[in-house]
């Protein structure tokens, strides 16, 4: 009695490596660090776009700078303000699995708005000044974003 002996299939399956134990930290501190510099390019931007008034949609394109157009006051900080500050925390916190992520682009954004509204330029003009409203609110309205963005965190106690 003959018995036919199959050989058996060749497998290329491998042994998985395991990935470098310092990719954990230099993801974190690369989010952090992205997170930190989003929140100071927008709120520079949030800045200059505070002025913005109506009449600078044509001054602008003639090489006047921002806010030296007639018209109200646009309020185009306030909505990009809340939504660029959500996305960052969003960003922070969910690259680096860390709430604590959270708080160096919170905190470097609310120095910067403060920054802007306290300090005088040598001439005596105030970056934000007290009667811009749109200032006032982006001010109020960016803070609050990272605020109810972290309150959510607390209550959710699950990261994103």
Known sequence: MTVDVQPEP???EQKA????????????????TVAVVAALVTGLLEIFLSTLRA?????IWRGDAIGSGGGPLL??????????NWAIAWFAVSTTRRR????????????LMLFAAGV??????YLLGGEN????????????TYAVY???????????
């Not at 604590?100 to 120095?111: C, E």
């Not at 409203?133 to 609050?144: K, N, R």
């Open 10 to 12: 060749e497998t290329y």
């Open 100 to 111: 604590w992520s959270l708080a160096p682009p919170w905190g470097l954004w609310t120095l």
């Open 75 to 84: 309020w185009l900080s306030v909505p990009l303000s809340m939504l660029f």
């Open 150 to 160: 972290s309150y959510r965190l607390i209550l959710k106690r699950t990261l994103p």
């Open 17 to 32: 490596r395991q990935p470098w134990a310092g990719w954990d930290k230099l993801i974190r501190v690369g989010g952090v």
């Open 55 to 59: 009449g600078d949609v044509v001054s």
């Open 120 to 125: 005088r330029s040598d001439e005596g003009d």
């Open 133 to 144: 409203w749109v200032a006032l609110v982006t001010i109020l309205a960016g803070s609050l």
